[in-house]
């Protein structure tokens, strides 16, 4: 059974870049769609970043677009979230699940789901 271990939170300043990682323990990401969700005390997870299998398909919220860049290494071990000019309101736990599912901008799609890194950025 594969497992997700994300890494790489932190406290940051506005502006700030922040690299994430997620990674796949007892497997490998081979064909699995990976995505990047956040969510804030006492509000709903939200949608940030997706890969498809393949890392031929990408997608994003409207709210990191042109900031954020999600990734995938050849080897399918680790899945990257490149966040860069981070904004206060970037504040949030950030989760990375696996999904063979298609709709990816959809939570209930994900299976595996990782523990989740906090990201604070101070203003």
């Known amino acids: 059974q594969v497992q997700l271990v994300e890494s790489g939170g932190g406290l940051v300043q506005a502006g700030d870049s922040l690299r994430l990682s997620c990674a796949a323990s007892g497997g490998t990401f081979s064909r699995y769609n990976v995505g990047w969700f956040r969510q804030v005390p006492g509000k709903e997870r939200e949608f940030v970043a997706a890969i498809s299998w393949d890392g031929t398909s990408t997608y994003y919220a409207g709210s990191v677009k042109g900031r954020f860049t999600v990734s995938r290494d050849n080897a399918e071990i680790t899945v990257t979230l490149q966040m860069t000019s981070l904004k206060p309101e970037d504040t949030a736990v950030y989760y990375c699940?696996?999904?063979?599912?298609?709709?990816?901008?959809?939570?209930?799609?994900?299976?595996?789901w990782g523990q989740g890194t906090q990201v604070t950025v101070s203003s």
């Open positions: 699940a696996a999904t063979y599912g298609r709709y990816l901008k959809a939570e209930a799609e994900y299976r595996l």
